[in-house]
Nanobody
Framework: QVQLVESGGGLAQAGGSLRLSCAAS????????MGWFRQAPGKEREFVAA????????YYKEAVTGRFVISADNAKHTVYLQMNSLKPEDTAVYYC????????????????WGQGTQVTVSS
């Protein structure tokens, strides 16, 4: 069992920044790849970024490349999503998730999920 707890969401203006955190705990969580997904009202959940705990590989949705940065702190068992140059279309509930195998980009590959944190970007 892996537990994931997100924090750091909130309200930002367009062009602003927010940093999301995902604290992981449980058995063998370091074996998992960690991902961030988001879901806007009326839309499907979509991949945002992923990283493995050694930070040797990172993956991004094209729309956030150059604006968002995913990182991991092994000592703190925490994954971060630094979001810069925010746009109103980034507004969504953001979820942290853990994956053992399968596509990095597919939500169905992720077995454990956090409860989500709301990010709202005003224009």
């Amino acid at each position: 069992q892996v537990q994931l707890v997100e924090s750091g969401g909130g309200l930002a203006q367009a062009g602003g920044s927010l940093r999301l955190s995902c604290a992981a705990s449980g058995r063998a969580f370091s074996s998992y790849t960690m991902g961030w997904f988001r879901q806007a009202p009326g839309k499907e959940r979509e991949f945002v970024a992923a990283i493995n705990w050694s930070e040797s590989s990172t993956y991004y949705k094209e729309a956030v490349t150059g604006r968002f940065v995913i990182s991991a702190d092994n000592a703190k068992h925490t994954v971060y999503l630094q979001m810069n140059s925010l746009k109103p279309e980034d507004t969504a509930v953001y979820y942290c998730a853990a994956r053992l195998g399968g596509s990095y980009f597919a939500a169905t590959s992720y077995y454990y999920w956090g409860q989500g944190t709301q990010v709202t970007v005003s224009s």
